[in-house]
C-alpha cells in the first residue's frame, strides 16, 4: 500500500486522465505525454492540489490545457512550414479501426463541446464540476454535451443509443 498520497493520486488518476486525453487530442501517444506532465504539476504543487474539492477534476483541466497549448503550437508550426513550403511530417501508429474513428469524430468536434463531453462522460464529472472547470453554466454545459452527442453521430452514423456507447 502506497503512503505517499500523490502516488495514490497518480496511480488513481492515471487511466482516466490518459483516456479522456486520448479521446480530446485523437493521439493515445500525445495522450499519454500531456497526463504525465500534467500529474507532474500536480505533484510539484501537491500542497495546493490536494486542498481542492476535486483534485482529480483539476489534473483534466491541466490535462486540457496542456492539449489545447499543444494544438496552437502545432497550428503556428504548419502555418510556419506553409510559408517555407516544408512538407509536414505524418506517421501514426496503427489503431483499431472504430477507435480510430471515434477519436477522430471526439477530435473534430469544436473545442467547447469537445471539452465538455470529454469531462462529463469520460472523466465521469458531474456536471457542476464540469460547469467550474468550463467557468460556464451547468445549462451550457448540458447545452454543449448534447451537441456534441448529436455530433458524434452524424459523424459516425450512429442511432441514439449506439452514441451513448462509444468508448
Same mark, same amino acid.
Given at each position: 500500500?502506497?503512503?505517499? +498520497?500523490?502516488? *495514490?493520486?497518480?496511480? %488513481?488518476?492515471? +487511466?482516466?486522465?490518459?483516456?479522456?486525453?486520448?479521446?480530446?487530442?485523437? !493521439?493515445?501517444?500525445?495522450?499519454? =505525454?500531456?497526463? @504525465?506532465?500534467?500529474?507532474?504539476? &500536480? #505533484? /510539484?504543487?501537491?500542497?495546493?492540489?490536494?486542498?481542492? !474539492? *476535486?483534485?482529480?477534476?483539476?489534473?483534466?483541466?491541466?490535462?486540457?490545457?496542456?492539449?489545447?497549448?499543444?494544438?496552437?503550437?502545432?497550428?503556428?508550426?504548419?502555418?510556419?512550414? =506553409?510559408?517555407?513550403?516544408?512538407?509536414? &511530417?505524418?506517421?501514426? =501508429?496503427?489503431? $483499431?479501426?472504430?477507435?480510430?474513428?471515434?477519436?477522430? $469524430?471526439?477530435?473534430?468536434? +469544436? /473545442?467547447?463541446? /469537445?471539452?465538455?463531453?470529454?469531462?462529463?462522460?469520460?472523466? !465521469?464529472? +458531474?456536471?457542476?464540476?464540469?460547469? *467550474? @472547470?468550463?467557468? #460556464? %453554466?451547468?445549462?451550457?454545459?448540458? *447545452?454543449?454535451? &448534447? @451537441?456534441?452527442?448529436?455530433?458524434?453521430? =452524424?459523424?459516425?452514423?450512429?442511432?441514439?443509443?449506439? $452514441?451513448?456507447?462509444?468508448?
Amino acid at each position: 500500500m502506497d503512503t505517499d +498520497p500523490r502516488i *495514490a493520486f497518480c496511480r %488513481r488518476e492515471h +487511466p482516466r486522465l490518459v483516456g479522456a486525453l486520448s479521446l480530446y487530442t485523437g !493521439d493515445a501517444d500525445l495522450a499519454e =505525454e500531456l497526463a @504525465q506532465e500534467a500529474l507532474a504539476r &500536480a #505533484c /510539484r504543487s501537491w500542497r495546493r492540489v490536494e486542498s481542492y !474539492d *476535486a483534485p482529480g477534476a483539476w489534473v483534466h483541466r491541466v490535462g486540457i490545457n496542456l492539449a489545447n497549448s499543444h494544438f496552437r503550437r502545432k497550428a503556428c508550426e504548419r502555418r510556419a512550414r =506553409e510559408r517555407v513550403g516544408a512538407a509536414p &511530417a505524418t506517421y501514426t =501508429e496503427p489503431d $483499431a479501426a472504430d477507435a480510430v474513428a471515434v477519436r477522430a $469524430a471526439v477530435a473534430s468536434l +469544436p /473545442r467547447r463541446q /469537445r471539452t465538455a463531453l470529454v469531462l462529463r462522460y469520460y472523466a !465521469d464529472l +458531474p456536471v457542476a464540476e464540469v460547469a *467550474a @472547470q468550463m467557468q #460556464c %453554466r451547468e445549462g451550457t454545459v448540458r *447545452a454543449l454535451t &448534447a @451537441q456534441a452527442i448529436a455530433g458524434l453521430r =452524424e459523424r459516425l452514423d450512429l442511432t441514439e443509443t449506439e $452514441a451513448l456507447d462509444v468508448p
